[in-house]
């Protein structure tokens, strides 16, 4: 099972950071993607970290903006959001499969998903 959380209401410009911890499984084996649905958008691939060869991707739209990250330790995965945008405004969740293929910002091949935590940029 994943668990979103750190979703908030920030204003433009700013940071925050998303969580997200898996229970009843280690992440150690999977690759981790953040996407990301605002209201009335289709899903969105934003971040997607690999297993094995620590490989990272990013969308073009938060590339030099965000980070993706993993603590095998606490079995969780962040996203750290900087110089956060209106149009960043989405719920983010989180899902898992066995790597990131060419095709990852799809989401198509992820089978675990969470709930997802809401991420709101407004003044």
């Known amino acids: 099972q994943l668990v979103e959380s750190g979703g908030g209401l920030v204003e433009p410009g700013g940071t925050l950071r998303v969580s997200c911890a898996a229970s009843?499984?280690?992440?150690?084996?999977?690759?981790v993607g953040w996407f990301r649905q605002a209201p009335g958008k289709e899903r969105e691939g934003v971040s997607c970290?690999?297993?094995?060869?620590?490989?990272?991707y990013y969308a073009d739209s938060v590339k030099g903006r965000f980070t993706v990250s993993r603590d095998n330790a606490k079995n969780t995965v962040y996203l750290q959001m900087n110089s956060l945008k209106p149009e960043d405004t989405a719920v983010y969740s989180c899902?898992?499969?066995w790597g990131c293929g060419s095709s990852w910002y799809l989401g198509a091949d992820f089978g675990s998903w969470g709930q997802g935590t809401q991420v709101t940029v407004s003044s």
């Open positions: 970290i690999s297993a094995y060869d620590g490989s990272l």
């Open positions: 009843g499984s280690t992440l150690d084996y999977y690759a």
């Open positions: 899902a898992t499969d």
